[in-house]
């Protein structure tokens, strides 16, 4: 799997069409990287010219932003901003609905304006385009959950693209009672993904595996690598692990594709 970087286009006088920014947790989180990998395919079978920064992408700073320190997120996002403007990029798409967030709503009063999409709306751009098509056979009748990422969902009302690309899979989607604009947080949101929880008679992210529970599903889908690890370890608190398995988007159409 060969996956240029911005330097690398930039040596052959080539623009991409987009820029992939992988983001950290796509970027180290052994779990993650799966959901980082079944994006790629996707974007190379629909033959789209992209690239990624490599080395040359730091944290967009959401976490930094959101546990209170300032300072730091404006190094971190006025770095990115210098390296993604040298490159003239112009549209960004990330699997991340935090680095969404951050590049979409907060780049651009330091100087970043792109075109942001999240994975779920630009695999949907594809389809509507005609570029990708998915298969419905692979993953027909299996019972699904749907879980809304916070700052996809809630921060910036995504909710259709993600529900959209599910339907065609051929599944039979239940929602949970809480969904939409009424969710509930996985529990990893505001940098709390890096801390212990504070005292209390539960984890949110098992109170939110026992909404998706409720709807007996044997897949998880979500569209966000924190919650990911978040319904992950709820179903395996739940001790379920052997019955549901927790996907992203990305992956159950990698999935349904033979990707």
Known sequence: MVVPTMAEMMA??????????????????DRVKKITRAFVK????????FAVL??????????????GNEFLFQMQAVTNIEVLNAYEVKTIVTCDPHS??????????????YKVYHHTQYISKLIKEGRLTIEDENLNGKRLTYHD??????????YESPRELIRRLGVKMTEMKRHKSTAL???????????????????????????ALETNPQIIATGCPYCNTMM???????EKESQIQVKDIAELIAEANNL
């Open 12 to 29: 052959q006088g080539k623009q991409p069409e987009v820029l992939f920014w992988v983001g950290a947790a796509g970027s180290y989180d």
């Open 42 to 49: 996707i974007l190379q079978q629909a033959g789209v010219d």
């Open 54 to 67: 490599g080395t040359e992408e730091s944290s967009t700073g959401d976490a930094a932003k959101r546990a």
């Open 100 to 113: 969404f967030n951050t590049l979409k709503n907060e780049y651009p009063g330091l100087g970043g304006k």
């Open 149 to 158: 990422p916070c700052y996809l969902g809630r921060a910036n009302d995504v």
């Open 185 to 211: 947080c996985c529990g990893a949101g505001g940098a709390q993904m890096f801390k212990e929880p504070e005292k209390g008679d539960k984890d949110i992210n098992v109170l939110r595996t026992e909404d």
């Open 232 to 238: 992950t370890d709820g179903v395996k608190f739940k």
